[in-house]
């Protein structure tokens, strides 16, 4: 046992290949093109608006449809059920995303430049934490519109959860909530870097394997 954690330990210190070194350069592109997309796009329409709703939400603003108009619209609406505004300001808790981004980017540099296996699963780890907290706070934020609703608005509705991730009926309203290309890029970021770590454990694995028979081999060749 203590060898096997012995080997594990060295097989952490190993370079990662030279492939690996420019697939982790290459990959900080995607994840720099995410500030120029936005990352989920939240949308609805009724009888009364056939040309529909919507808003982008984006690692570092929110954007609404029809030169901005659309937000000040859903906010209006949102006051008759008394659901809270909207804004940035709101959704303040979203403001370190664009400095996650932008550490992840210099991790993944750094670990491209200098990186061992070790620092490679550090950079998953720290990756997968990001996407699952931003994807929780999200879901949480929604949670939060939906229920802490004003008693004394001029409508009164269940509280409710806005649509997360798909369509949802909410009184005459079809919802929709779907993500966009800037989910896409931090995809196709987080999916290189599980990839390239994969190959490398998988890799060292066989390597480690093949070490074994050839000592056992070794071993066995020597007369006693």
């Known amino acids: ?31 720099a093109l995410a500030f120029t997309a936005p990352l989920w796009k939240i949308s609805m329409k009724a009888p009364q608006y056939p040309k529909g ?29 008394g659901m809270q505004k909207i804004d940035r300001q709101e959704l303040s808790e ?23 296996v070790r620092m490679l699963i550090d950079l998953v780890v720290v990756t997968g934490f990001v996407a699952t907290y931003s994807l929780a706070r999200f879901v949480y934020k929604l949670y939060v519109f939906g229920h802490n609703l004003d008693p004394k608005a001029p409508l009164k509705i269940e509280p409710f959860t806005p649509a997360i991730f798909g369509e949802k009926q909410i009184a005459n309203f079809s919802t929709a909530s779907y993500p966009q290309m800037g989910t896409v890029y931090v995809t196709i970021f987080v999916l290189g870097i599980v990839g390239i770590t994969a190959w490398h454990l998988i890799a060292g694995r066989l390597a480690a394997v093949r070490e ?13």
């Open 212 to 224: 074994m028979r050839a000592a056992k081999a070794a071993a066995a060749a020597v007369p006693s």
């Open 94 to 116: 979203l403001d370190w995303i664009p400095f996650a981004l932008l550490a992840l980017m210099l991790l993944t540099l750094r670990c491209a430049a200098i990186g061992n």
């Open 53 to 81: 709703l919507y808003m982008d939400i984006y690692a570092h603003k929110l954007d609404g449809g029809h030169k901005g108009q659309d937000i000040n619209e859903i906010n209006t609406l949102n006051h008759y059920i």
């Open 1 to 31: 046992m203590r060898d096997a954690l012995t080997r594990f330990y060295a097989f952490l210190d190993r370079p990662i290949y030279g492939w690996a070194r420019i697939a982790l350069a290459a990959l900080v592109i995607p994840l």
